[in-house]
């Protein structure tokens, strides 16, 4: 919880120096205000208060300053404390987005995304209540108590009340044995408490995205009781951590009432010996009061501040991950433009043992056309994800320009391709920014261009054309509006490098012919690289690798496989008959 605060900024260390002086107000004209009281019993005392009228009105009047003194510094105080902390947890939720955003698949994988989300909400909201708790009650509840024990060791001296003083120890022995026993009972259930956050965010997000799925495959019922399963277990630790916190009450008003009684009690006992006694019985009382609320605060703390700590660490954990993918310095002299070559890469997934991709070579001259085809999860999508370096590959080289991808910085890297993804992905926004989320300052006429190119016109019939609104997700445009404005975004920026992954797979078939012939046309000196599963995609491609089981099992032209790799042959026999192939 400290280490966040390097976070703060210079006017929030200023106004948290001036909380912490209005605290220290608060706790002397709360401290202050028992002197009245018993100024005030000591005139009521006296044999003919008439002629104390005037001193009774006006210490009065000293008195409500105090109290006044007491509410106006408890508001600043807090009113500050909530401005350095909301600003200071503000940064710090920014400082998570942007980590997470320089994080690769790698890490997200290792927190996974609803701990992430958990982690940048809930997690923030948990320390943002510690903070302002620590930072109130952690300097009050002390200095109150240092004071109230300070003034009743005076009062006793004074009055002749030394055993009124054992009242108090007494009661706060006992609370303290109360409170640690609470705290021992809640404690470990706090961390359990955030993992089970992490796990109902988890289940309810995979429902809600797969929300159409479940219902088409009659899977209520199952993710009905996959989520009762997570939610039982987690109210069950709630209930539990709130039994035993509602300990805290009864306990706080026994101990309260009864210090009282005893008080009262024992003054009756002693008064008639030292009636002086009944003059400082209130402000005894109210002294009690203070030392047993500041004993309770204190307990408190101990509570919250172990929520915060574990909050604190889960947050720290992102913001301190060392990314695996460390950028380039850049320094090289390139020599080639649009190549790309792959050298006996082997690639596996952090924590799996298997391989997916093994011993790959092949080079691709700039303009050239290169397709990968293969059966599902042969390993397509994970080799040109080496590529832009989404992963680093585990044995070999990939090298693009004729420099190790690991040598250039990651946004240099991906300003030299242009990636259109498996899966069409758009953001909120309209389609023009979400356009121009592949040059910013595209023209109208480039982007014109672009959408022609991809056969995206349908956006001119959208209510709005460009400015169209795209809801979270691109959920309000179809698979292939998503896959073709996917292909404008990534082709706008006039890439050296285009990477096409089965991005035309939701494309008619002539839709998917006519973006590739618009393709071919005007970029005709990128290089491509297209995986596909269509043939017909990418018979005419200037070489095709076969891939199976991440490995490679051919490499060539169209007719050269079909004569040569069997695998190839296979996957064409199923989509066209050998007349067709023969043609
Ligand atoms: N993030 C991941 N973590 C672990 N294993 C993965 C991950 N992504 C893919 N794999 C595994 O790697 C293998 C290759 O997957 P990949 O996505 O590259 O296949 P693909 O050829 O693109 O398939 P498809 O044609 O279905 O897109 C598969 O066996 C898959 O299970
Ligand atoms: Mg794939």
Not at 18 to 37: E, G, K, R
Not at 354 to 363: D, G, P, Q, R
Request: one cysteine or more; charged letters at 20%.
């Amino acid at each position: 919880m400290i280490k966040l605060l390097k976070y703060l900024n210079a006017k929030e260390c200023l106004f948290l120096f001036i909380t912490l002086a209005f605290l220290v107000v608060q706790v002397w004209c709360n401290i202050t205000i028992p002197d009245y009281t018993l100024k005030i019993s000591e005139y009521l005392s006296m044999p003919d208060i008439s002629l104390y009228w005037q001193d009774i009105v006006w210490t009065c009047v000293q008195m409500l300053f105090f109290v006044a003194g007491v509410l106006i510094s408890s508001f600043l105080a807090q009113l500050l404390a909530s401005i350095v902390v909301s600003g200071l947890l503000a940064r710090i939720r920014s400082k998570i987005f942007e980590k997470v955003n320089s994080f690769s698949s790698t890490e997200i994988n290792k927190f996974s995304i609803p701990s992430l989300i958990t982690r940048s909400t809930n997690d923030i909201t948990q320390l943002q209540q510690v903070y302002t708790t620590t930072l109130t009650l952690g300097l009050t509840a002390p200095l109150t108590a240092i004071f109230a024990i300070i003034k009743i060791v005076g009062l006793s001296r004074d009055y002749g009340a030394g055993n009124l003083s054992l009242v108090n120890v007494v009661s706060v022995l006992l609370l303290v044995i109360v409170i640690t026993i609470i705290i021992l009972l809640a404690l470990p259930k706090f961390k359990k408490i955030q993992t089970g956050t992490d796990k109902l965010n988890m289940v309810t997000r995979e429902n809600l995205t797969g929300l159409k799925v479940v219902r088409a495959v009659g899977a209520e019922k199952e993710q009905e009781e996959k989520f009762e399963k997570v939610n039982s277990k987690f109210a069950k630790l709630e209930f539990f951590v709130d039994k035993v916190l509602m300990l805290i009450d009864p306990s706080l008003s026994f101990v309260m009432q009864g210090t009282s009684l005893a008080i009262v009690w024992i003054v009756g006992l002693l008064a008639g010996q030292n009636p002086q006694l009944l003059l400082v019985l209130s402000a005894f009382t109210q002294y009690s009061v203070f030392i047993i609320m500041s004993f309770t605060f204190l307990s408190m703390l101990f509570m919250f501040v172990p929520r915060g700590i574990v909050s604190a660490k889960r947050i720290n954990e992102i913001l301190k991950t060392e990314i695996v993918l460390k950028d380039g310095n850049n320094s090289f002299d390139k020599k080639e433009q649009g190549t790309i070559e792959f050298k006996n890469v082997s690639f596996k997934y952090p924590d799996a043992d298997e391989k997916v991709l093994e011993n790959i070579s092949f080079s691709i001259k700039q303009g050239q056309t290169v397709a990968f085809i293969g059966s599902t999860g042969s390993g397509k999508s994970t080799l040109i994800n080496l590529i832009p370096r989404f992963y680093d590959c585990f044995e070999g080289e990939v090298l693009v320009d004729g420099v190790n991808v690991k040598d250039y910085t990651q946004h240099d890297l991906h300003n030299l391709i242009g990636y259109v993804p498996q899966k069409g992905v758009l953001f909120s926004g309209s389609i023009e920014s979400n356009l121009k989320y592949g040059k910013e300052n595209a023209t109208d006429e480039e982007i014109k261009n672009v959408i022609n190119i991809s056969q995206s016109n349908f956006v001119y019939d959208l209510p709005d054309g460009l400015h169209y609104k795209v809801s979270q997700g691109g959920k309000n445009v179809s698979g292939g509006q998503k896959q073709r404005l996917s292909i404008a975004r990534a082709i706008i920026k006039d890439p050296e490098i285009l990477i096409f992954d089965d991005s035309f797979s939701a494309l008619d078939y002539k839709t998917d012919k006519t973006v590739r012939k618009n393709l071919n046309k005007a970029y005709k000196d990128t290089t491509k690289v297209i995986v596909a599963q269509r043939i017909g995609t990418i018979m005419n491609a200037d070489q095709i690798i076969v891939l199976d089981q991440g490995k490679m099992v051919g490499i060539g032209k169209h007719k050269q496989l079909l004569k040569t790799c069997q695998i190839y042959k296979e996957i064409a026999l199923s989509q066209f008959s050998e007349e067709e192939l023969s043609k």
